[in-house]
């Protein structure tokens, strides 16, 4: 849905679009454990019912259920991701967009909250070989709880996270006072926050802990989770965020000039989810949009007003006190505050891009073309990943 509404404004025109490639199991193992990235490679739903005691050691339950081609779709948004960030670290774009990446709750031998490979750690580990230091920003209504955990003894990578917190909400992790250890203590960041948080409450911890945040971190690249279920009317949030509100975050993050790889993440209004991010790749490419959506294979979804904006509820209360967000601001500073300097790396030996054999797709697979529809289909320019000679945006 979010890429036929690109289509139909057009701004995949001011983009290089390339079909992800799948990522090698051996890129998955950079994090993921071999044992972890073997089971995701055999298990399908007719399988599953003969390893019950690793779908038991994985955390395969109802919240992350075993599907057709799970595999394929975790090598395809991982590739993605991963992808984005060599193009970033080769400085052949300023930024790239990965809508369907984001799987923030992945563990390192663990599948969590409909997440099973953690595409953000990947891509984090690929800047690091270019960069001293990166920013991981997650605005998901859920807590970013694997990236945290595979950072959370690092001063390279620094992770903020803007989420609900409290009254058991997943994945219950996120504490303000949670704030890394040893090398990595101050370079964990906590936002937590209450059910009905708008765009002013929001934005009035949102900008200064970003100022303070660039300030003394500097970092090289970042890496920004966009969850869509942080908006109004999610089916399964509780913020009151406005798709301005939304989008705000991320004109101001683009501000800073740095290079940065955005994502997707939660969102369980498919609609709304498909207006935020296509709102957001404007915002990206300097693209003013009209309110009116173009029509597309979609158009029936957006029904009555098919309209891009997506308001926040004139009635629902916000539970953020004003006390509550001076000593969210106050804490958050008082710990960033701690950090003297921006942390050095010796940088003098540079990994090379990892490299791996080329998959070659089933012949039986349906194409992006075919996928993507008629309307796609002329107008769509799909470039290969393996095109260095591109230059994007």
Not at 325 to 354: C, K, N, W
Not at 369 to 375: I, N
Request: aromatic share 10%.
């Amino acid at each position: 849905m979010t890429h036929h509404l690109v289509l139909g404004y057009g701004l995949h025109k001011q983009m290089d679009i390339y079909r992800p490639r799948k990522a090698h199991p051996a890129e998955l193992a950079q994090f993921h454990s071999d044992e972890y990235v073997e089971f995701l490679s055999r298990v399908t739903p007719e399988t599953q019912g003969t390893m019950l005691q690793q779908l038991r050691l994985f955390n395969i339950n109802e919240d992350c259920p075993i599907f057709d081609n799970m595999f394929k779709y975790c090598q395809v948004y991982a590739g993605a991701s991963v992808e984005g960030a060599v193009r970033l670290n080769h400085g052949t774009c300023d930024i790239a967009i990965n809508w369907s990446g984001g799987l923030h709750h992945a563990k390192k031998a663990e599948a969590s909250g409909f997440c099973y490979v953690n595409d953000l750690v990947l891509a984090i580990l690929e800047l690091l070989k270019y960069h001293a230091r990166v920013l991981y920003l997650d605005i998901d209504i859920h807590h970013g709880d694997g990236v945290e955990e595979a950072f959370y003894l690092s001063d390279r990578v620094m992770t903020v996270s803007f989420h609900k917190y409290g009254d058991f909400f997943f994945p219950g992790t996120g504490d303000i006072q949670d704030i890394g250890e040893m090398n990595g203590k101050y370079y964990t960041v906590n936002v937590p926050l209450k059910d009905g948080t708008n765009d002013e409450t929001f934005h009035q911890l949102f900008k200064p802990i970003m100022a303070k945040v660039m300030q003394v971190f500097q970092p090289g690249a970042i890496v920004l989770q966009c969850g869509a279920d942080s908006l109004a009317n999610d089916r399964l949030g509780c913020f009151n965020m406005s798709l301005r509100g939304h989008g705000e975050a991320i004109s101001f993050m683009k501000s800073f000039g740095v290079p940065m790889l955005v994502t997707g993440g939660g969102g369980y209004t498919k609609h709304n989810v498909a207006r935020c991010w296509t709102y957001e790749t404007a915002i990206l490419t300097d693209n003013q949009v009209s309110e009116q959506l173009p029509k597309s294979d979609y158009h029936e979804y957006f029904s009555p007003d098919f309209s891009l904006n997506v308001s926040a509820h004139k009635v629902m209360d916000d539970h953020n006190t004003r006390a509550d967000v001076e000593r969210i601001l106050r804490t958050v500073l008082q710990q960033l505050s701690q950090i003297p300097h921006a942390p050095s790396a010796g940088m003098s030996y540079v990994p090379p891009d990892f490299k791996t054999p080329q998959f070659n797709y089933d012949h039986d697979e349906e194409s992006m073309e075919e996928r993507v529809g008629r309307y796609a289909r002329s107008h769509l320019i799909i470039k290969d990943p393996m095109d260095d000679d591109a230059d994007g945006p």
